[in-house]
């Protein structure tokens, strides 16, 4: 056991302990993540007595009845969604993003509508970071002031878990678990040690009494913030808010989840009276789009179950470095040049004296391979200065030798399309095997990348 005020170091991204500083975590390979922390005393291990003796445990056979799981709504849909159809009680979300992305009126939106059931679930929302009449300024901007949420400001976990003791409660928001602490652990809020113990315990009662517990961290797009990301593997759920600084649009997306689906999105819309769901994202995500303009095309793409159109924008112009410049908003940048690439050794495209700039509209991030023929058209759409129609819709994948891989669902892909009133795919080809599409949408079936080039001609 470590001795009192002993020190040591932790990697703020994994939770990975060295004895001495150092500037790369061999664990994770993140650079400048590690922080001096103070033991005290042993970390959480001294806050539950030790039994000295230990029980025998059970085994049972792998059939058996089964725990009926009882979801509660919380009259989200879109966030029931993603948490696979309702809280299942005793589990744990932690909800991360970037500070100022809207977790907090999201939890507080989905807080009053939870507590204004007609079975009146008690919901306690316990903020550490906002005094109670910032808050209460918020719900009244939200018009939810006369909800009956307990509503609390507090950082001190001895407390809270006292408080939640005594109450009989159904949801809990914790906002945000970096701003707790326990006396026992003598790092300050927001360390590793302190996320880690004042989680511990608030899980353990969440499990015992059956509550439904948020916990909201701030992450920014490096992990740099403290905490959360040791916390992913303590939790039932984790969902990511996330959206870019200056557009409207947040998706909540599902990393894991013990009771549902992952790769699940949620679409909300901040507007001034807080976050409003969006039903139909594809229609949202076009919106703004311009017909008959070179380098730009839409994408039919998959989000969880949900298929979502999306348009691609790309940017093909001179270059005046010495090493062209590929920049890339919303997809990953490492299957951009592979695109490029398979486009200059598979089509005669020249492209190395050209910068490449694409960009997913709407700040929606894809992460599907399917965009590559998508990317690809735009890509050359732009370059040879030739807009493709406007009602078209492309998906597929691009293999390294040229070839056009099928993708999942190609069907939802082309329902969407067509309730959208897109009038021509192109697609990659369907082979015997696979039943044919049934569709109104005029598809073009493409093997080959080589093909795509005959409709810029
Ligand atoms: P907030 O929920 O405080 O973010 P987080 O808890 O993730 O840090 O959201 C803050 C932002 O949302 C702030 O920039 C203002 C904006 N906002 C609206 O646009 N409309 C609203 O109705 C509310 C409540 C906030
Ligand atoms: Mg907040």
């Not at 696979?84 to 009053?112: F, M, R």
């Not at 992952?262 to 507007?271: A, K, N, P, S």
Request: proline share 4%.
């Amino acid at each position: 056991m470590a001795k009192k005020d002993a020190k040591q170091y932790v990697c703020r991204t994994c939770g990975s302990v060295y004895p001495k500083w150092q500037g790369k975590c061999d664990a994770c390979g993140e650079w400048n993540t590690i922080a001096e922390e103070i033991v005290g005393g042993g970390g959480f291990s001294n806050i539950s007595p030790r039994r000295s003796k230990g029980n025998l445990i059970d085994f049972v056979p792998l059939s058996g009845a089964q725990e009926h799981l009882s979801r509660l709504s919380t009259g989200i849909r879109e966030l029931d969604r993603v948490s696979g159809g309702g809280l299942v009680s005793g589990s744990v979300i932690l909800v991360g993003g970037d500070p100022g992305i809207g977790k907090s009126t999201l939890l507080l939106q989905a807080c009053a509508k939870i507590a204004e059931q007609p079975e009146k679930p008690e919901v306690y929302y316990i903020s550490g970071e906002e005094a109670i009449d910032q808050v209460r300024i918020r719900a009244k901007r939200l018009g939810l002031e006369k909800s009956p949420v307990n509503l609390a400001s507090c950082t001190d976990i001895k407390d809270i878990l006292i408080t939640l003791e005594k109450a009989n409660a159904a949801v809990v928001i914790i906002d945000s678990i970096q701003t707790m602490y326990l006396d026992e652990v003598e790092s300050t809020p927001g360390s590793v040690g302190q996320v880690r113990a004042c989680s511990y315990e608030l899980i353990k009662l969440a499990k015992r009494k059956g509550f439904v517990l948020f916990l909201v961290g701030h992450v920014t797009k490096q992990g740099e913030l403290a905490g959360p990301r040791v916390l992913e593997h303590m939790v039932d759920t984790v969902l990511y808010f996330e959206g870019e600084r200056g557009h409207h649009f947040r998706i909540l997306r599902a990393v894991k989840n013990r009771y549902g689906a992952t790769d699940e999105i949620g679409v909300f819309e901040m507007q001034d009276q807080g976050l409003v769901e969006i039903e139909n994202p594809s229609a949202l995500f076009l919106a703004e789009r311009q017909g008959n303009i070179s380098g730009s095309c839409v994408f039919a793409g998959i989000e969880g179950s949900r298929p979502v159109l999306v348009e691609i924008q790309a940017l093909v112009s001179p270059t005046s470095y010495s090493s062209p410049k590929r920049a890339v908003v919303g997809w990953d940048s490492n299957r951009l040049a592979m695109v490029l690439a398979v486009l200059e050794a598979r089509c005669g495209m020249s492209l190395s004296s050209q910068d490449v700039y694409l960009n997913i509209a709407g700040g929606l991030r894809i992460s599907e391979p399917a965009a590559d023929l998508a990317v690809a058209m735009a890509v050359i759409s732009s370059l040879t200065n030739k807009p493709l129609p406007a009602d078209m819709v492309i998906f597929g994948e691009i293999g390294l030798s040229g070839e056009v891989r099928g993708v999942s669902q190609p069907s939802l892909r082309l329902k969407e399309a067509g309730k959208l009133g897109f009038a021509s795919a192109i697609v990659p080809p369907t082979h015997s095997k696979e039943k044919k599409i049934k569709t109104d949408v005029n598809i073009h079936e493409i093997g080959n990348v080589q093909r795509i080039i005959n409709w810029f001609n």
